[in-house]
């Protein structure tokens, strides 16, 4: 796959997870976007997909899940206080058992969703469910598994979970667009 290639994939498949987190009531139709959480994806990919990859095999709906879930972090720390946070090395995502226990770390420890809480169970209902069209729409594309156009397109999908996280926690932290015309105050 070149550069226009993966960039089509990608761009339809951030449209099938925006319309995924539209229909469960998680966004509105639009991606909400920082382009200081966008940089942070660049910073966590290398060892991102270093942990992840060990695990597509196994694990493939985790693998790509924890993505939305690092992306979850990184918005609720550019929301708590992004001049502390900005500099939080990947390593802080992991839980006690590394990579394998990211997402219990990350809802628990980071977002604070109490154990069993409500908050909880939706937040890991929802990334499941993103996981597994994630993994439809690839199965579904032209990309040949155990190939690097495999890779490429895994890194793509992971870096949409990434953004759909982000964007989901700015959503429930309140954040919204808002129409303004020009010269004028917001509608």
Known sequence: MDVKELDAFEAALEQELLKVATGLGKLSGTLLASEDIDVKWKEYAPEYLADAVKNVN???EFAVGCAAFAGMAVAHWWDQDWGKHHS???ATLLGPRGFD????HIVWDLLAFAKGSTEEGV???IVECLSASTWTFIRHSSVESGT???LLAFERACRCMFRIGASIELKRLGYRYHAVPVGGRPS
């Open 58 to 60: 196994d694990y493939p």
């Open 101 to 104: 226990d990211m997402d219990d």
């Open 88 to 90: 939080e090395p990947f």
């Open 148 to 150: 690097r156009d495999a």
């Open 123 to 125: 937040s890991k209902k």
